[in-house]
């Protein structure tokens, strides 16, 4: 498989450690956002929408969008899984993956800063302002539903790793490029922390990839 991604896309850092739990080995190719590496024409005949990650499989299919990938691998490749299998379970994990998926990054997307700085003057300080917002929005709300829930254990739920630490622990090395500390996210910072000394993560995360800058 090849890994059309690049080290500090968030939504390839969560599909870097699905195929480091997975134990599946892959190449990387890495595509520069800054210097528009997602818009050449080679990367849109995979991706016509020009965003990264793309999973290209042995046959040359290419499958698009970090969460589809990620489950399809775990059907393909049930072990270990990568959500419960309690349907209440299920749920909840990916309803913790959502929050990040759905209503974190799509607001936070390079294409949405730069948007907003063409569009709407926003400078630096008003891009990052934008981006502290909502990830605030949602992890105060993580923050209260993780403290209170009784399946939160090591991780979000339970103690074996799940989407919704995948997500979590993208989202949190995403932060940390506009500063954003977890102090006041106490079971957030436990998780990632808990992530954090995996191996599985570690290695996926953006410092430690070959384009890393
Ligand atoms: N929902 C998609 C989002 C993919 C996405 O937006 N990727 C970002 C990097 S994290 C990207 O390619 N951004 C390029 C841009 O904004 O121009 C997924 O989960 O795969």
Known sequence: MILHNYFRSSTST??????????????????????????????????????????????????????????YLD???PEPALLPADPLAKAKARAYAYMIACEVHPL?????LQ?????????????????????????QAMETMLAAAPETGTFCIGDTPTLADICLYAQVW???????PLDNWPTIAR?????????????????NQPDAE
């Open 14 to 71: 969560r599909l870097r450690v699905a195929l480091n739990l997975k134990g599946l080995p892959y190449d990387y190719a890495a595509y520069p956002l800054r210097e528009k590496a997602h818009k050449s024409h080679d990367f849109l005949r995979k991706n016509p929408a020009g965003l990264v990650p793309v999973l290209e499989l042995d046959d040359g299919t290419m499958l698009l969008q970090s969460l589809a990938i990620i489950e």
């Open 191 to 207: 998780i990632f922390a808990a992530c954090d000394v995996l191996h599985a993560f570690r290695n996926a995360a953006p410092p």
């Open 108 to 112: 936070n997307n390079l294409r949405v």
């Open 174 to 180: 995403n932060n940390k490029r506009f500063g954003i």
């Open 75 to 77: 059907e393909v490749h």
């Open 115 to 139: 948007h907003i700085a063409a569009g709407y003057g926003a400078d630096a300080d008003a891009q990052k302002a934008w981006f502290t917002h909502w990830v605030a929005e949602t992890f």
